[in-house]
């Protein structure tokens, strides 16, 4: 065989041995986009299944003359399940809201309304809604409306099904507009959560 005919086959086998590699690269960015397409539709259909048991709990106060009261509602598209509630004066955790009316009016003993417990694990339902406190107590609604600019509320809850979590924060200059914010897990926050409405 001369020489110049073997320079010939190893230039086939280098020309052919890129074409062979040409083809794999194609096959491999195929099954890579396939791949990509499959994952981004999976994400799709879960982000549309989210937003159908999307759960937007907000914290609604209501001053009268003749009451005050606080309120939790689920004006979402999905149950809310409660991590914990949080009821702060001054930035002080409170555990018990009858913690709350001592502190604003010291001396207070019998508290004329009522009181609702949300401890964590609880559920709120589509258009549900919880009161935490109803008071009918004219000296104490008067303490409430001036010191409303003392308290803070701090809920965080998360859907049924397993995603993100959000947590809602209510006070003086967040107004009731605040949107929630979204977290990828409640904060331990056990030792401040509110037990109680009153206190044992």
């Known amino acids: 065989m001369s020489p110049r005919s073997d320079d010939t086959a190893a230039g086939r086998e280098v020309k052919g041995f890129r ?54 509602a689920n004006e979402g598209l999905g149950p809310a399940r409660v991590r914990y509630v949080v009821v702060s004066l001054d930035g002080v955790p409170r555990r018990y809201l009858t913690d709350v009316i001592r502190t604003l009016l010291p001396g207070t003993k019998a508290v004329h309304g009522s009181f609702s417990d949300l401890t964590p694990g609880n559920v709120i339902r589509v258009g549900g809604t919880v009161t935490l406190f109803r008071i009918t107590d004219r000296p104490i609604i008067k303490a409430f409306v001036r010191n409303y600019g003392r308290f803070a509320i701090d809920v965080c809850y998360c859907p049924i099904i397993p995603g993100n979590c959000w947590l809602a924060h209510r006070n003086a200059n967040s107004g009731s507009d605040a949107d929630p914010e979204v977290v990828p897990a409640c904060p331990d926050r056990r030792r401040d959560a509110l037990l109680s409405g009153v206190a044992p």
């Not at 791949?35 to 981004?40: E, L, P, R, S």
């Not at 259909?45 to 209501?62: F, M, N, R």
């Open 19 to 72: 074409i062979d590699l040409v083809i794999a690269m194609c096959a491999l960015l195929a099954s890579s986009l396939a791949t990509g397409a499959a994952w981004w539709q999976s994400r799709v259909v879960a982000q549309q299944l989210a937003s159908q048991v999307w759960p937007y709990l907000s914290v609604q106060s209501t001053v009268s003359g003749n009451a005050v009261s606080l309120t939790i």
